[in-house]
């Protein structure tokens, strides 16, 4: 059974960072597809970042570019992303995923079979 557990989030002012964690439990993180999502308040999921082989292969999403790094760590079986520079409108509960359907757009979040529960991140000037 594939368990995905998330930490990492809280409140934090414009221009700081934070570094998210996405435990992985049944789930061999650097021979997969994972990613994370994020749901800002009254919007739909959307793709923040993606990764495959231990980072050798990522996507990022253009409204997150140059601020946000996706990383694996195989020792600890876990994904990690690194939150630079954040602005308010970054404020979302943030979600780690896996197993997604082979092809097509990565930032679909419906592809992603596997998720966790989120962790909130609220940005504040």
């Known amino acids: 059974q594939v368990q995905l557990v998330e930490s990492g989030g809280g409140p934090v002012q414009t221009g700081g960072s934070l570094n998210l964690s996405c435990a992985a439990f049944?789930?061999?993180?650097?021979?997969?597809?994972m990613a994370w999502f994020r749901q800002p308040p009254g919007k739909e999921r959307e793709g923040v970042a993606a990764?495959?082989?231990?980072?050798?292969?990522?996507h990022v999403a253009t409204s997150v570019r140059g601020r946000f790094i996706i990383s694996t760590d195989d020792s600890q079986n876990t994904l990690y992303l690194q939150m630079n520079d954040l602005k308010t409108e970054d404020t979302a509960v943030y979600y780690c995923?896996?197993?997604?359907?082979?092809?097509?757009?990565?930032?679909?979040?419906?592809?992603?079979?596997?998720w966790g529960r989120g962790t909130q991140v609220t940005v504040s000037s």
């Open positions: 995923a896996a197993g997604p359907q082979p092809g097509g757009d990565w930032a679909e979040a419906w592809r992603w079979k596997y």
């Open positions: 049944g789930y061999t993180v650097n021979d997969h597809w």
């Open positions: 990764t495959r082989a231990g980072g050798a292969v990522t």
